[in-house]
């Protein structure tokens, strides 16, 4: 009896440290460009893995680099975090592939995969001035020394005149295959899956999990489609134009702004519009709108206010640092300018066209006036009778151009084509229109 009772305590104590063997493991995949959506991505894949308390998180990379600044926040957020980092470079790894690749602490690669080549460029793929070149040696070599690998390597994948002995010469940027990563101790060993990774680190009892973005997140990318863009674009300028329009109606002025917060959060969530783009759209608008109803005519405030909103409104598609376009592919910009172009000229053709067929449709005649109202049936825009043409009287207040007059002893509005009449004036009715007298000096 004692004894089946010490077996199953030993069977109950072995249940719990049996499960506290089993590792869990996170995979993220990095198998596109660097950019605002990758980090973000990146950050997302760290909050999940310490919510799931993962005790091994390994990157899964493929990518031939892509923006310094991101690569730069995906590195801090990586080496921020507190347990164990392994990548995989299944093909390629090369420039902003190279620095995150280098912040983790084991590098695995596969056979025939490469990391390297992280000389920073330009739009235009040639060379970026040196500050640049300064910057990302500097970031190489410090996180090189950070995780115990050769900091000059690390520096000669981004400066060519660095000469490193028999591994490559004056002029060549290191780009390196899986064997010459193994030999001068980049990478820890080249395995073909991530399976022979956790096999090669002895771990075998493990649960497996690849990070995939939430429903919420593959929502939020949608909005970021050039086309939903360009769509919302044109919802937030109609409805605007719009409610000013038919100020007080609510429903038009109400899309816009939902619009503008579709168009705006997924950018502003991604690490493309910064907060200073949203308040040039809205100071844009501000202006726009002093313009119509506060100031007569069109200047400086309109020009200003289009310009601003214009503007915004394509920077916050476009990742540039501060008006600095020195990392933003050519063609990000020419999407951006044609999308809301394109929408800007959209909304044109919608008043128009819209506009012209709204004004036929029985929604349209329910609230407003389409009958007319002719004299002969006994209508009138007048408030007085016609006999008071003709009359004289007096001035009782000074016209300039409207004012008060008597006439038999009646007090009448009054009005003059533009002269100034001084109070006691003798003045003659010319017409009898409205709720005034059109009257001149007699």
Known sequence: MLKRLLQLIVLALSIPLAHAQTKQVMVMEIRSDIDPRMSRYVELALENAREMEADILIVDMDTYGGI?????????????????????????????????????????????????AATVVTTDGTAAPDKYQSYMRSTMRSIAEEKGRDPKIAEAMVDQSIAIDSFTKEGQVITNSTSAALKYGICEAKVGSIGEVLERNEIKDYELTTYTLSSTEKIIAVFLNPFISGILILVIIGGIWFELQTPGDGFPIAAAILAAILYFVPYYMNGLAENWEIIAF??????????????????????????LTIGSLILVMVNNDTFDFSFVPFSSILTAVVVVITAMAGSVVLFIVAGASFATTKAFSRFTLSDTMQKEEGYTSSFYKDDLVGKEGIAKTILRPSGKIIIDGELYDAYTRG????????VIVTSAEGTSLKVKLA
């Open 68 to 116: 310094v600044t991101d690569a730069k926040d995906i590195v801090e957020n990586i080496m921020d975090f507190e347990k164990p980092i392994w990548v995989f470079i299944n093909n390629d790894a090369a420039s902003a592939g190279a620095l995150i690749s280098i912040a983790c602490d084991s590098i695995y690669m596969a056979p025939g995969a490469n990391i390297g």
């Open 419 to 426: 002269n100034y009449l001084n109070k006691g004036d003798k």
């Open 282 to 307: 809205f100071l844009g608008i501000i202006l726009i709108a002093v313009e119509v109803f506060v100031i007569p005519g069109f200047g400086v405030a309109g020009i200003l206010g289009i310009t």
